[in-house]
Every structure is written in C-alpha cells, then in structure tokens.
C-alpha cells in the first residue's frame, strides 16, 4: 500500500474489496475499493477513510507511513459508512487532527461515530484550507448523493476528490486508469445511472461548478482513479445528465369540492409549465369523457385529483378512472393528489386504481428507494388549504416528476 502514490506526496491508503459486495439492494460481483488519500504536507491531511469493516487494518497499514499524531485534517466529503467508516478508529489515534466536513455532515458524524467532544472545521461552498505547502479547496455537492456531500479540490497538484462522484465499483490493483487492463466506460457508465442519475439535476450544477477547474486528475472513494483523458469522463456526466429535448406533456385532471383540490391542481400545472412541460388542466366534471381519455393517451404524466367526501370521490372521476385498464400506459407516469378534511381516503382509492394499471405510479417509498430522498411526497394529500410550506413540498414533488420525464436514458 506504502508504494502506491499519485504524485510525489500524495498516497493511496485505501482498501481493495474483491468480495461480492452487497450495495444499494445489488451485488457487486466485481467488487469495488474505498479510496482514501494521504497528502503528506507540513499540515498531513487525510480525504476520506474506508470502510467500516476495514478500519482497524486501515489504522493499522497508515501507521507505516506517518506518524498518526501529525494528522492535521481529516476531510469527509461523504458520511455513508463506506468512507467514513473508519473515521472513529482514525481519529482516535490521530488525536491532534480537526475533522473538515460540510455543516450538514457534522451532526452525522458526531451522532454515527460518537464524536461529541470533536473539534470539527465546517467548510462551505468556495472555502479554502492551507494544509502547509498545498491549499484545498471545497466545493458542496448536494444531493451527489446524499444531502451533505462536497468534492474536495487541490489547487497545487489540480487533483480532483469527488469521493463517489466520477467512482466505478470495480476491485482493481492498477489503481489508475490508465494501467486498466479493460476498458473502464461501461463500468463507469453503469455507476453514473445507479447512483448518480437520480440526482442529474444536482449532476448538472456540480459540472457548472467544476467547468473551470484545471483538473489533470480525478482521485474518486470507488475504483480507478482518472488520469488519462480526464475530460472524457467529465463529459459523460455531462452528456447523460442533460434533459431530454423531446416535447414532454403533463395532463391534470381534478375533480374538487370547494376549490382547494383545484388550487392544489392548479400549482401542479404552474410547476410543470415553469420546467418547459407542456401541461394542461382539466376540470373532469366540465369536460366529455371521451376527450379526456384521448387526453390521457396522448400525454406522458397524469395527475388525477379529487376532493374527499364521505370517504370517497366526487364527481366524475371514478368514472375516469375506470376505463384506465383498457388503456396502454406503460410508458407513462401517474399520481394521485387531493385536498381532505379528515383522512383522504379519495386519494388512496384514485391510487389503488392507478396500482392496477401499467403505468409508473409515484409512491414515496419508489422515491426514497430509488433516490435516498426523503422529501418527496407520493400521492400529494394535503389537509384543507395548501399553505406555504405545503405549497413548496407539492413544488419539489412536480420537480421530481419533472427529472423523470425528461430524462433522456
Ligand atoms: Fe460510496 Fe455513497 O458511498
């Protein structure tokens, strides 16, 4: 591990990990690495550890390299427990080093790794450290993939550490991308969707962050680290995250009481046609039936919304909602939305009508599955009149939907 070095004082001190790796409900059978870095400067600073399950031989194998009480910084740009995980062992013998994470990551850390009493340096967006002889600089990665995620940078030896931006989840001893015996781009492509392309919204701000950054190398927390034709990959990010340039369409349908579903439909549609989706509104109980289902055949996602009374639907939405079966939705997305009074059972029923049909139906559960978000909110029920907070959640669920209907894989 001592040899293994990416420029003249910076050290690979990570940890290979060629079993089946069970990984967000998969199994990596390549396996992957926890890449953490050592800059030997007159400031010794450690990015990111490795995982919990190693951390003891971790501890273990950088003691030949330095002295642990020289540690000055250890920087975790992301908390899951695959590169923090052996924070707690490292910084219990590094008693000297201040842990350099974004505010968001604090409290994390402290709670998973009983840190309390720890002096912690809370960097923001744009922040820079001197680490004696190099400077470093932080840039906050929201939602890549997790909420308190950053990429640190060093401006002296242009070497990027994005931990799991830019990974591949490959057990590999060449360490860099060049010394691969196989091409890397499919692994690499194949990361980006898993992990990454539920957050290309978040994809997108990160590239406009690092455009002007001079990067010769990429030193990400999983796999080869990128030092031939670095571009290519950053270009990949780019490319996939883009929305799609297709014409997407939006239909709402509502069937309301006293107005409030119909105001909750109404933000729905603001929400969709801010985002450059064509949607429309339609009051069911003021439009024919057969029209609407026309509608709905030839749009990508619809809202189907009703006021609770009496434990149940108004108007004609039942009716609506019983022709969905004979329909062809696969390719599309559906939600259930309502204002109620006491317990909304309309829009569990609008769901259960969904639930039968081929259609991508919204859930929070798909959400948090395939995102880790959990401020996302399927089906929308709101108790009487949307308020303002309410109004901002509806908001970041249409922009959810709005990620996934232009998406362009
Ligand atoms: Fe590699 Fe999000 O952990």
Known sequence: MNNIMLNKNTYWIGKVDDRDVPFHRLTLTKGTTYNSYLLMTEKPTVIDTVDISFGKEYVENL?????????????????????????????????????????????????????????????RNGD??????KTLKFIETPYLHTEETMITYCEDDK?????????????????????????????FVGYYKLIMHPHRRYVQNMIDKIKDLDIEMIAPSHGFILRDNV???????????????????????YSTMSGRTKKMATIINEKFNEQNIISEIIDVNRTPKEDILNRISESDAIFFGSSTKYGDMIGNMEDILKNLKSLNLSSKIGAAFGSYGWSGEAIEVIQDYLNETNMNVLTTSNCVKGTGMTDIEFPIKVRFEPDDNRIKSIEKSITYATDLLLSSI
């Open 63 to 123: 003691k030949n390299i330095i002295d642990l009480d020289m540690i000055q910084y250890i920087v975790i740009n992301h908390t899951e427990p695959d590169h923090s995980g052996a924070l707690r062992a490292l910084a219990m013998k590094a008693k000297n080093a201040t842990i350099v994470c974004t505010k968001v990551a604090v409290d994390e850390l402290k709670e998973m790794y009983k840190l309390h009493d720890r002096e912690f340096l809370v960097v």
């Open 128 to 133: 820079s450290l001197d680490i004696g002889g």
């Open 159 to 187: 070497i990027l550490f994005p931990c799991d931006i830019f990974s591949t989840h490959i057990a590999n001893y060449e360490y860099f991308n060049d010394l691969s015996k196989e091409d890397i781009t499919d692994d």
């Open 231 to 253: 571009q290519k990959f950053i270009d990949i990010y780019d490319n996939m995250s883009k929305n799609s340039t297709a014409n997407k369409k939006a239909l709402i349908l």
